[in-house]
């Protein structure tokens, strides 16, 4: 089962996972790009900058997953796209405490709710972004 066949609101443990071993991979991919563009001076540099970005990502992933969902639980209002606005800045918030940046945060916070938001929305009304073309 995926993300979106599970129920809104419900099976929170379960959605949570799943944001969080997308994050993780993402983290990982993520940071083996930048060890391949930036060059460690030694393999325990390599080593730490993986743990640090994929740890980070992966604790992003759970955020987002546990607030969004629990947010649909206690507002009663499971397909509402601000479950997600606030899953997103929740994760946002989190990241720019990480860099201790206001400036990081409310950014991040207001850029991963709205991707979120108009993730939640898309999915709700069919949206497309690839696919076959209209003839």
Not at 87 to 109: D, E, K, P
Request: aromatic letters at 8%; one cysteine or more.
């Amino acid at each position: 089962m995926g993300y979106w066949d599970l129920e809104e609101g419900k099976d929170c443990v379960e959605k949570t996972w799943i944001t969080t071993k997308l994050a993780t991979a993402l983290g990982l991919v993520g940071s083996a790009y930048h060890i391949v563009l930036f060059k460690p001076d030694t393999a325990m540099q390599a080593v730490q900058r993986a743990t640090t970005a994929t740890v980070t990502m992966a604790s992003l992933g759970a955020i987002f997953g546990i607030t969004t969902c629990l947010t649909a639980h206690a507002r009663d209002a499971p397909n509402d796209p601000l479950n997600y606005f606030i899953g997103g800045c929740a994760a946002g918030v989190v990241l720019g405490t990480r860099t201790h940046s206001a400036m990081t945060g409310t950014t991040a916070c207001l850029g991963l709710g709205a991707l979120a938001m108009f993730t939640k929305i898309g999915k709700m009304e069919g949206w497309k972004i690839t696919g076959e073309p209209k003839l």
